[in-house]
């Protein structure tokens, strides 16, 4: 891994606000000793390039009993007091306390709906099956939650005079148009690589339309990784991708968010579709840190579901992850999670671990067909959510998810950046795959003795 050089003023922390830059700092996952402030150009331990991550001190947040926090949160929800009507920053003390007011770069994302699933938990045995609907946001995706806090950091860098002059991402697809999106609201240049063809129309042109500087490359996502990671060793150009772990800081909230809109109980199950394993590691983190401080006091069991196509961390999973599997990822309709060497793993395998979690994985065709019978269920799944409620399915099967337990499905995107999914679905399109629920709409001539006719030989066959 290249490891931008340990400059000394990366191991001072220069404060904003001198106590809270001090109880908030960028450490080593692997226990190098050290503390970074968050609003230094770093991204990998400067001794042994690990990744690093944000550590709040616990005492300080102590100072408030878990009720209070309880009651602190509940009491910002859907307020239009700059910035807590943020479901980010809405958590703020928990998530960047040293950030100005007017730093924060935040389109009001997060708090997304979780409904529950009646008809398509009954269908699958498991009627208290919830979706938490993260892709009902600013760009349609998760990586929102993210991308205020990178963004945030960014800004507040640069007003204490930072060298960073732009911002950078390679992506398969939602990362660019979140960052393009946050960068352009903040009025700082962003850098956007993409693997060319592999990405949605809807996902390119967000990027496009936000008047980023969006360079399509000749590679996959592994390929545009490297290259951002050279690109970025000029510290004028900063990292925005998830090994930067102040975007896991944002995404931490969905699962205090899950929990807070449950009345802060704990769901059984929480499966994720993953592919960098940011989002699960950032999952993970939001409940440990509920434990510590006492609002909980269990963890849900975490489901990390994956592309069989893209599988890496599935396979590192069924060694018992006694080493790291890279692969090359082979195509998916499942894009977004078109990864073979994924950044988070370490985190991610120790948020499998302590929650007593599982990896599993689902075929192209398993993908289609839950996202199919879902979205008969009135949903309108994105692929990614495909894969998940196709492992929903498998460990319903395997008797791991019983009757009654709360499974909680993170849907990570909108479908609507993914409508070239449904089209190729619906008319029967898609290579390898049979369109069991293909309803293809019916050419029909203006004239009401046909319509009529139809409509009563459409209905006999539902019957
Ligand atoms: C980024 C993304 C994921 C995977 O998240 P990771 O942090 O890379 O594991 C899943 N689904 C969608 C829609 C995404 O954009
Ligand atoms: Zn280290």
């Given at each position: 891994m290249a490891n931008p050089e340990p400059t000394m003023t990366s191991l001072v922390v220069e404060p904003k606000?001198?106590?809270?830059?001090?109880?908030?700092?960028?450490?080593?996952?692997?226990?190098?000793?050290?503390?970074?402030?968050?609003?230094?150009?770093i991204y990998t331990c400067p001794i042994c390039g690990s990744l690093l991550e944000v550590h709040h001190e616990r005492e300080p947040l102590q100072d408030k009993t878990a009720e209070q926090w309880k009651q602190l949160f509940d009491s910002?929800?859907?307020?239009?007091?700059?910035?807590?009507?943020?479901?980010?920053?809405?958590?703020?003390e928990w998530v960047i306390p040293s950030l100005a007011d007017e730093n924060v770069v935040s389109m009001c994302e997060g708090n997304t709906n979780l409904f529950w699933a009646e008809r398509l938990g009954k269908q699958l045995g498991v009627p208290d099956l919830w979706i938490k609907l993260c892709g009902n946001s600013h760009t349609g995706s998760?990586?929102?939650?993210?991308?205020?806090?990178?963004?945030?950091v960014v800004k507040q860098m640069m007003a204490q005079g930072s060298p960073v002059k732009a911002v950078a991402c390679a992506s398969t697809g939602d990362t660019s148009a979140a960052l393009a999106a946050y960068a352009a609201y903040a009025g700082i240049p962003a850098i956007i690589f993409l693997p060319a063809g592999k990405v949605s129309t809807a996902q390119l042109i967000q990027p496009v339309a936000n008047g980023a500087l969006v360079l399509a490359l000749d590679t996959d996502f592994d390929g545009c990784m490297k290259i951002?990671?050279?690109?970025?060793?000029?510290?004028?150009?900063?990292?925005?991708?998830?090994m930067n772990s102040l975007r896991i800081e944002g995404q931490k909230t969905v699962g205090i968010e899950i929990v807070r809109q449950f009345n802060w109980q704990v769901p059984d199950w929480i499966?994720?579709?993953?592919?960098?394993?940011?989002?699960?590691?950032?999952?993970?983190?939001?409940?440990?840190?509920?434990?510590?401080?006492?609002?909980i006091s269990k963890m849900p069991r975490l489901v990390a579901a994956q592309a069989a196509q893209a599988n890496p961390f599935y396979e590192a999973f069924k060694n018992n992850f006694k080493e790291k599997v890279s692969i090359t990822a082979q195509d998916t309709l499942a894009s977004a999670i078109r990864i073979g060497d994924p950044v988070s793993y370490a985190k991610?395998?120790?948020?499998?671990?302590?929650?007593?979690?599982?990896?599993?994985?689902?075929t192209e065709a398993e993908l289609a067909a839950a996202a199919a019978e879902a979205d008969l269920t009135g949903m309108f799944t994105c692929p990614h959510t495909g894969?998940?409620?196709a492992v929903l399915k498998k460990l319903v099967a395997r008797g791991l998810i019983q009757k009654s337990d709360r499974t909680v499905v993170i849907s990570t995107a909108h479908g609507l950046k993914f409508t070239d999914f449904k089209v190729r679905y619906h008319d029967s399109n898609l290579a390898g795959i049979s369109s069991k629920h293909a309803n293809p709409a019916i050419q029909l001539p203006a004239d009401v003795g046909a319509?009529?006719?139809?409509?009563?030989?459409?209905?006999?066959?539902?019957?």
């Open positions: 606000s001198e106590t809270q830059a001090q109880t908030t700092y960028f450490r080593c996952i692997s226990g190098c000793p050290g503390k970074h402030s968050i609003y230094d150009v910002r929800v859907g307020t239009t007091a700059w910035p807590y009507g943020s479901g980010v920053w809405s958590l703020r998760f990586k929102d939650l993210g991308m205020t806090v990178l963004v945030s951002v990671k050279e690109v970025t060793q000029d510290n004028s150009i900063y990292l925005a991708n998830s499966i994720i579709p993953v592919g960098n394993l940011g989002n699960i590691s950032a999952l993970y983190k939001g409940f440990k840190l509920m434990m510590d401080l006492g609002l991610a395998t120790k948020a499998i671990a302590e929650s007593d979690g599982i990896v599993e994985q689902a894969v998940a409620l319509v009529k006719a139809e409509i009563e030989k459409q209905l006999a066959g539902k019957q």
